[in-house]
């Protein structure tokens, strides 16, 4: 099964309210930007003006990027609120 036909089994149900923050301020100075390269949804883009941009609403609520970032308080991560969030089903 590819990526493609494997993603087509997500679904993700929005919360309004975002259960990852990441903080601009402390990512403008991150050079490393390990949260582009090991998030598996791509959801961290790094911008021209050393920002990053981020959309949780199709995190797949691993923990990834905030295991791996090393700019403490960059990302405060839990998971969605009951109800809400990431949901895999068989294909």
Known sequence: MTLEE?????RFQVDDR???VVDAGICKDCSVRVCVYVCPAS???PLDDGG????YEECFE???????????GAIQWSYPRGGYGVTFRES
């Open 6 to 10: 494997r993603m087509r089994t997500v």
């Open 18 to 20: 975002p259960h990852i």
């Open 43 to 45: 959801l961290f883009v």
């Open 52 to 55: 990053i941009l981020f959309n």
């Open 62 to 72: 691993c923990g990834t990027c905030y295991i791996a970032c090393n700019k403490e």
